[in-house]
């Protein structure tokens, strides 16, 4: 028997996201496939998936890194260009690594290797751009309920959300254009989830979706209009 929704709202806004998993996802959306998966697969070392068909002329191209997921939207069509998101870099910790290496993908986005542990970053760690430092330190503790080592970061189970203020992010309402794009939290019941961050203030992307027997997903948006996923796959609860 279901949870009423105001019932499963309520439990969500008194306790911390009930994850599916304690590492956090991220997307980018991009027109060349086979320079992507050569750059992420021989350059970065990453283990792929599979592949997820999105529809539309899209394929998501899933990769392993440590824990996570880096999903590679390959679009079919020409992405129409669009502003930046927020993320400006994603850290990827590479075992073996004595130092930093910087580098960038095909399309510029950038990527930064570092030895395990650099800076507390064990799996990967995501660099956010943000208008007001104040606004994302009250959205990612209060609304996400992200726990919070210090100042400027917050913990997805070990993957680390690191704020800088830029006051220059410009918001964008498409987030499938090229680039970095959204982040995923993997959550074991979609619904009980978006609906406690909408009870907390957080903005919503887009409703709660099905997508076949694979996924339940929804999106949210933090003060800058950044998409984040909560996604309940079934390969990970279960259930749909």
């Not at 939207?73 to 930093?100: F, K």
């Not at 704020?163 to 964008?172: H, I, L, M, P, W």
């Not at 957080?202 to 996924?215: K, N």
């Amino acid at each position: 028997m279901h949870e009423p929704l105001g019932l499963r709202a309520q439990r969500c806004h008194a306790s911390a996201m009930d994850l599916a998993k304690p590492h956090m996802d991220v997307g980018l959306f991009t027109n060349r496939r086979d320079e992507q998966l050569h750059f992420w697969q021989q350059t970065v070392g990453l283990e792929f998936d599979h592949i997820g068909k999105l529809g539309g002329g899209m394929q998501q191209l899933r990769h392993h890194v440590n824990g996570s997921i880096l999903k590679v939207n390959h679009a079919r069509d020409p992405l129409s260009p669009a502003p930046p998101s927020g993320i400006l870099r994603v850290r990827i910790a590479r075992p073996g690594l004595a130092q930093r290496r910087a580098l960038a993908d095909p399309d510029g986005n950038a990527v930064l290797l570092v030895p395990p542990g650099d800076e507390g970053v064990v799996g990967i760690a995501i660099e956010l751009g943000v208008n007001d430092r104040d606004a994302h330190d009250h959205f990612w503790r209060h609304v996400m309920q992200f726990a919070s080592p210090r100042k400027g970061v917050y913990l997805c189970g070990d993957t680390q959300v690191m704020v800088v203020e830029t006051r220059s992010v410009a918001r964008c309402d498409e987030w499938r254009a090229p680039g970095w794009r959204y982040t995923t939290v993997q959550i074991r019941d979609c619904v009980a989830e978006h609906a406690g961050v909408l009870a907390r203030g957080g903005e919503e992307g887009r409703p709660p979706i099905v997508l076949g027997d694979t996924v339940r997903y929804s999106f949210v948006r933090d003060p800058d209009g950044n998409f984040i996923e909560l996604s309940q796959r079934a390969s990970l609860v279960g259930h749909l």
